[in-house]
């Protein structure tokens, strides 16, 4: 399949190891990993995040092989949620960096067509968004705001 904004095929990424039931050397039970998962994610964590805490840490190699359920659905069905999805919050977070360093670099072009391809992605997302109910019909994206909410 092609990349998105280039004109070549690219390589396929890695392939996940294949781990179809729980293990006998997995410590931890579905209550013991759900109860992880929402202390992390009221402790602000995203879902990437805790997912990398528990592999690292805990030896959880995948969540929904144990529980059948990804991170995100754990969080959604305890009532923690963040007001934008991760992967929108990123591109937005790219994008402001992307405008900061053109900023203090005027005539740099690849971040300028980096910048451009950014805020589209950005656009696809947010109507992906708004048509699966994600984001409320009348939430606009801006680059002014979001330098002010993001930081």
Same mark, same amino acid.
């Given at each position: ?6 004109? @070549?095929?690219?390589?396929?990424? #890695? %392939? ?12 931890? =039970?579905?209550? %013991? ?17 805790? =997912?990398?805490?528990?592999? $690292? #840490? ?5 969540? !929904?092989?144990?529980?059948? %359920? ?16 991760? $992967? ?18 005027? !005539? ?12 589209? !992605? ?10 699966? =109910?994600?984001? #409320?019909?009348?939430? @606009? ?9 993001? =930081?």
């Amino acid at each position: 399949m092609a990349r998105m904004h280039s004109r @070549k095929k690219g390589k396929s990424g #890695s %392939e996940r190891y294949e781990m179809v039931k729980k293990k006998a050397w997995a410590r931890y =039970g579905v209550k %013991e990993i759900e109860s992880l998962i929402v202390k992390l994610g009221k402790a602000g964590k995203r879902a990437s995040e805790i =997912g990398l805490i528990l592999r $690292d #840490s805990y030896g959880i190699p995948d969540v !929904k092989i144990v529980t059948n %359920e990804r991170i995100t659905k754990m969080l959604e069905k305890n009532k923690i949620e963040h007001e934008l999805p991760e $992967d929108l919050s990123n591109l937005i977070k790219r994008q402001i960096q992307v405008d900061k360093h053109l900023n203090d670099n005027h !005539k740099d072009v690849v971040a300028k067509r980096g910048l451009m391809l950014t805020e589209s !992605k950005i656009n696809r997302l947010v109507k992906y968004y708004k048509s699966n =109910g994600k984001l #409320s019909k009348d939430w @606009k994206y801006d680059a002014e705001k979001a330098k002010l909410l993001t =930081g």
